[in-house]
């Protein structure tokens, strides 16, 4: 395949993360950070337009409407029976009963062939995304805790406190790497966003942030679920520093028990922790993920949760890296869903079965691989490619730095 194929492909797994939330929720920002923003976005005058420009328009829209109408009866019913399943299959997953066929939707979804919905004339483009960048996280992580993270001298530096973290977490060499490629692109830094994989001026698609692509939302969960966990870490770290590097150890701490404490203020669930996680102090916490001591421990923390999940189900064979990210992408129930989930079965399972419609639609990689056993080989696949590149090789070698040092 070219370049500019294995761009584009690299490219669409990337938005399928950005659309993939835990819980295979399609990802949308809700309106509510935009509110926060001090310099309101003008109003911009619509063109004038021609008499035959609009009335090309209402044709169009018309043919449009048709078409999505008809697709619609058959859609509606579709989707309804996928949600419908997942639900049983979670209640015969709780209580140990096994899954057939019969369990999931067997069918391929509908495809919608009509024309596109045409764009109003009459409407402008709305300036800006609203998503908050790397820059909104400094801000207000200053500005609403005081914190300002440490940035690593280099970028090998980051790469050798998250393989530290990592191998403390129980994570393989390989399977750390191989993640790494696929959610950084193989060669991303410790504050690559996403929809800047590949091109750093890129406009943003989502807030995840870093090596293993945590949503803002990731982070309030995982400090609220694990944050004594984080402290104890920190405290740890700071008992065996010295002078004004512990001083500034004792400063995180402290910062680092306000966000928790802000983290626990809503019920424990993710939608209350995706509320708090748009808001100015949410944007703000995500910040953490960009300090060399606090951050690899939010980001391995991720992926151990999903490993701790299977562990704690009575699973003990390994993990491969692709299976491990099917939990990242689509919510540790899906993703244990699959990995349970027997070769034969895998085979021919499709996988909108784990997705919730509008993530799908969206997502070309989804329907591509359009089965289980597509889309976690597809997904090693990609790890495999990126993980020859330059960023995946300097984070191997921090891997084996660190074993070599605790020889």
Avoid: C
């Avoid at 999903?306 to 890296?321: E, L, Q, Y």
């Avoid at 499709?350 to 889309?375: D, W």
Wanted: glycine share 8%; proline share 6%.
């Amino acid at each position: 395949m070219p370049e500019s194929g294995n761009r584009r492909g690299r490219e669409n797994f990337r938005r399928m993360h950005a659309m993939v939330g835990a819980g295979v929720l399609a990802l949308t920002l809700p309106d509510a950070y935009a509110a926060d923003v001090p310099a309101p976005v003008p109003a911009v005058r619509p063109p004038a337009i021609s008499m035959e420009k609009l009335e090309k328009y209402r044709k169009d829209l018309a043919a449009y409407e048709r078409a999505w109408n008809a697709y619609e009866k058959v859609a509606v019913p579709y989707w309804r029976s996928v949600t419908e399943k997942r639900s049983r299959r979670r209640t015969k997953m709780a209580n140990g009963m096994r899954l057939t066929a019969a369990d999931y939707v067997m069918q391929q979804p509908p495809v919608y062939k009509g024309p596109p919905k045409p764009n109003d004339p009459a409407k402008s483009e709305k300036p800006g995304s609203g998503i908050p960048e790397v820059k909104d996280f400094l801000e207000q992580g200053e500005l609403k805790f005081g914190f300002t993270p440490e940035h690593p001298v280099t970028e090998r530096g980051f790469k050798r406190a998250y393989a530290e973290a990592a191998l403390a977490g129980g994570l393989t060499r390989d399977v750390a790497v191989k993640i790494y490629g696929f959610e950084a692109g193989g060669n991303g830094n410790y504050d690559i966003q996403a929809g800047r994989e590949y091109d750093m001026k890129a406009p943003v698609i989502s807030t995840a942030l870093g090596y293993n692509q945590l949503l803002t939302t990731n982070t309030i969960s995982l400090l609220a679920a694990s944050g004594d966990e984080f402290l104890a870490a920190m405290e740890k770290k700071a008992g065996a520093a010295e002078g004004e590097r512990r001083r500034l150890l004792q400063a995180k701490i402290v910062m680092l028990k306000r966000m928790i404490a802000f983290a626990r203020s809503v019920p424990n669930e993710w939608s209350a922790h995706g509320r708090l996680a748009n808001t100015p102090k949410g944007i703000g916490a995500h910040a953490l993920n960009l300090d060399i001591d606090i951050g690899p421990l939010l980001q391995v923390r991720k992926l151990t949760t999903s490993v701790d999940f299977i562990r704690r189900k009575g699973h003990t064979k390994p993990i491969a890296a692709a299976e491990l990210e099917m939990m990242n992408l689509t919510g540790d129930g899906n993703g244990y869903d699959m990995y349970v989930m027997p070769k034969a079965l895998r085979e021919k399972v499709p996988t909108s079965n784990f997705f919730q419609r509008g993530g799908y639609e969206r997502n070309p990689v989804a329907a591509r691989n359009n089965t289980v056993a597509k889309l976690i080989a597809g997904t090693d696949a990609k790890m495999v490619r990126e993980a020859k590149l330059q960023g995946a090789k300097d984070m191997a070698a921090a891997f084996d730095a660190v074993k070599q040092a605790r020889q």
